[in-house]
């Protein structure tokens, strides 16, 4: 089986590079990006191909792309990559509006290819354990999710609206939201959100905080802020506290990890041991495709996570709850 | 010395006691409690009297200051009567239940020309003080976003009461108007709040509340409370800024741990926590509060920010009730 990757501009292609070379049975071909010196050294890094463009790449002879492109790029490239009759793998936000994550979905479907959003943290050992508790009824019946997933400014491309779509709400939201589906196999109806610029002196925002209300009466708050500060001790977080009838669980997601105190680099470090969950990610899409199956995380799941992000900019602006329709 | 009196044996009434009892400004002279076993009790371990009713008291005892620890919706009964009899009164937060009967306990004591104190505890916390501090040094920067949370297992109390939503408010009036009221020392007034609550969802003995509040200054704060444990209580508290970000659990400020096999003095075999202080927090406040009475001085707590702190709290409850942003008042 041979993937492609098209562009480098979101750093997750490093680690989905990774995975691949680490797949048996699994070729990266190639790597396309129009960053020549980015895309060059990537090309040397993983002994691959290197293209500088991704139309050239999706003419060879290869099975399915990992898309990493700045997110206003996603739509361009999934269409052009379906319409060559290739199965995606795209980072997440799916999108940076509603409509283009629908097109991108219809196109896959009408060519006949895979649509996979990139949500790797459900890969993550101890969100599939939570996972496991709240469908075995360990929990009892879940009545409220408290989520964050905090982080630091990433800067570049990310904090230009036109490329990113969105800041610090549209980035960290889709991830824990895309959780919260999972675990309740239910929609949110409802959405309110407070929204602003503090960290950091920048156009695009960069703190916020929503709260949620889902279609099966579960209520939950999320907190997507880049907040942590330079001299954090790592990038950020995944967790949630899930309060069920039979008690209460807290999931730190990457709390597998020791510190690190290093007087050479002033700097305090986490340092994480645990599994790397974009490996799992990219394993379980190549499956799909071997088995010729559903994605396990459709463009629909991608859609649907990004829609809330969306909803949280327009009750912000607004100041008020925002309902979203479910069929 | 100042001559104490505590309305009410309860949770709350027998920490107070035992604070006046240790305090060397204090003499506790009297536990009112309409149960009688239970005001003996405690009367009995404080070695003081035990009265029926408030008026016996006053009649037998004269005291200087009262403290109302009965449950909220019975404060406004007790500080209007020691306010009539020209006590000072130290009550128990939540101020009250409602709003009016907040507003009448302050005037009461104004026009009796006594002082009201209220016991918003946890700005006498070591731990909430210093952070306290570091914001007002601004040793954090520009502050945007902050998170508490506090809760655990649903209290047990006289009658049920804290399951009682009229005696309660549930725990956005009972517990997070700590918070609320922590929040408003540091950051000042909150202009919008937004909260989901299970208040309304029947669940029996469980409840969790997330609040959204925007504080007129801008930060963005989320306060998180919990009567849904099955066990404990704790406490969190993060705040970032735009220099540094700084967070406190209760649970991982714990400088001993014992796990001891079972004996004599501990029966079980479980793990305990502890962090002890010189003075417990209780204390402190208390003795802040005689200080005041002493030395005619301001508290750093006041009747009116305890005012504030129930508005917050009641327009969280309103924002449950009805799904949609509730906007503080600008002057009440
Ligand atoms: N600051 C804190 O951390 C904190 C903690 C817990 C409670 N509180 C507050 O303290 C107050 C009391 O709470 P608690 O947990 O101690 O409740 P509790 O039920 O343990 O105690 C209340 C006591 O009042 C007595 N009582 C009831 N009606 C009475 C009446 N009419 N006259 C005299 N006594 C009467 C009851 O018999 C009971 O002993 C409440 O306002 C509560 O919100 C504050």
Redesign the interface.
Same mark, same amino acid.
């Given at each position: 089986m041979k993937v492609g990757i098209l562009s480098f501009a979101h750093m997750h292609a490093y680690s989905y590079a990774e995975a691949l070379n680490e797949i048996s049975g699994v070729e990266l071909f190639g790597i396309a990006d129009e960053n020549e010196e980015r895309g060059k050294n990537a090309a040397n890094q993983y002994k691959t191909n290197y293209f500088h463009d991704y139309h050239d790449l999706l003419k060879e002879d290869i099975d399915a792309v990992i898309i990493c492109s700045e997110n206003s790029r996603h739509k361009e490239m999934t269409i052009a990559a379906a319409k060559a009759g290739k199965h995606i793998l795209c980072e997440k936000p799916l999108a940076t509006s509603v409509e283009d994550a629908q097109s991108m979905i219809e196109t896959c479907k009408k060519y006949g290819v895979k649509l996979q959003t990139a949500f790797p943290v459900r890969f993550n050992p101890p969100v599939q354990r939570v996972k496991q508790m709240i469908d075995n009824g360990e929990l009892g019946r879940i009545?409220?999710i *408290?989520g964050?997933n *905090?982080g630091q400014n990433p800067g570049g491309w990310f904090i230009e609206e036109e490329l990113s779509g969105g800041g610090a709400v549209l980035d960290h939201t889709v991830h824990v939201v895309d959780l919260m589906r999972w675990f309740m196999n239910s929609e949110v109806k =409802?959405v309110?959100a =407070?929204v602003?610029t503090?960290?950091?002196d920048i156009q695009i925002d960069?703190? &916020?905080?929503l709260?949620l =209300?889902f279609e099966n &009466?579960v209520?939950?708050?999320h907190?997507p802020?880049w907040? *942590?500060?330079k001299?954090?001790p790592t990038w950020g977080d995944v967790t949630m506290e899930i309060?069920g009838?039979? &008690?209460?669980v807290h999931l730190d997601a990457f709390n597998q990890h020791f510190m690190v105190y290093n007087d050479a680099d002033h700097k305090v470090n986490q340092e994480f041991w645990g599994n790397s969950y974009d490996l799992g990610l990219v394993e379980d899409f190549i499956h799909c495709l071997k088995e010729d199956r559903e994605p396990s995380i459709t463009g629909f799941d991608g859609l649907k996570a990004m829609e809330v992000a969306i909803k949280a900019y327009e009750s912000a602006k607004m100041?008020?709850?925002i309902r979203i329709r479910n069929e | 010395m100042l001559k104490v009196a505590v309305i009410g044996a309860g949770t709350m009434g027998s920490a107070h006691s035992e604070a006046y009892v240790n305090m060397s400004d204090t003499v506790l002279v009297g536990i009112v409690d309409i149960r009688e076993d239970v005001g003996r009790n405690l009367a009995e371990s404080q070695r003081t009297n035990y009265y029926k009713s408030f008026e016996d008291l006053i009649a037998s005892e004269s005291p200087d200051l009262i403290d109302v620890c009965v449950p909220t919706s019975l404060h406004r009964e007790y500080v209007e009567k020691a306010a009539k009899s020209k006590k000072h009164v130290i009550c128990e937060k939540p101020l009250a239940r409602n709003l009016e009967d907040a507003r009448a306990m302050i005037k009461i004591c104004k026009e009796e020309g006594v002082k009201l104190f209220v016991a918003q505890v946890v700005r006498f916390f070591p731990d909430y003080q210093k952070i306290y501090r570091l914001v007002a040094e601004q040793k954090l920067g520009?502050? +945007?976003?902050v $998170?508490t949370m506090r809760g655990g297992v649903f209290p047990t109390a006289w009658d049920d009461w804290y399951a009682n939503v009229e005696k309660s408010g549930t725990l956005i009036v009972d517990m997070i108007i700590h918070d609320f009221d922590f929040l408003r020392w540091c950051f000042g007034d909150v202009e919008?709040v937004?909260?989901? /609550?299970?208040l309304g969802?029947d669940?029996n003995r469980?409840d969790?509340t997330?609040v959204?509040l $925007?504080f007129k200054n801008?930060v963005?704060?989320?306060v998180?409370g /919990?009567w849904?444990?099955?066990s404990g209580f704790k406490t969190e508290i993060e705040i970032? +800024?735009?220099? +540094?970000?700084l967070i406190h659990n209760s649970e991982d400020a714990v400088p001993i741990r014992s796990t001891l096999r079972e004996n004599s003095l501990h029966i079980s075999g479980v793990a305990v926590p502890e962090s002890p202080l010189k003075t417990g927090p209780y204390q402190v406040e208390l003795e802040h509060f005689v200080s005041c009475i002493i030395n005619g001085t301001d508290p750093i707590v006041t009747a009116e920010d305890g005012f504030k702190a129930l508005e917050i709290s009641l327009a969280a409850l309103e924002s449950v009730k009805t799904?949609?942003?509730v906007a503080l008042k600008e002057v009440d």
């Open positions: 009545v409220a *408290r964050t *905090r =409802e309110y =407070e602003d503090v960290f950091n960069d703190c &916020g905080l709260m =209300e &009466g209520f939950a708050s907190d802020s907040s *942590r500060c001299t954090f309060v009838t039979n &008690g209460v100041k008020k709850p | 520009k502050i +945007g976003t $998170r919008r937004f909260a989901k /609550s299970h969802r669940f469980i969790h997330f959204s $925007r801008g963005i704060a989320h998180e /919990s849904a444990y099955p970032a +800024g735009s220099n +540094g970000v799904g949609k942003v």
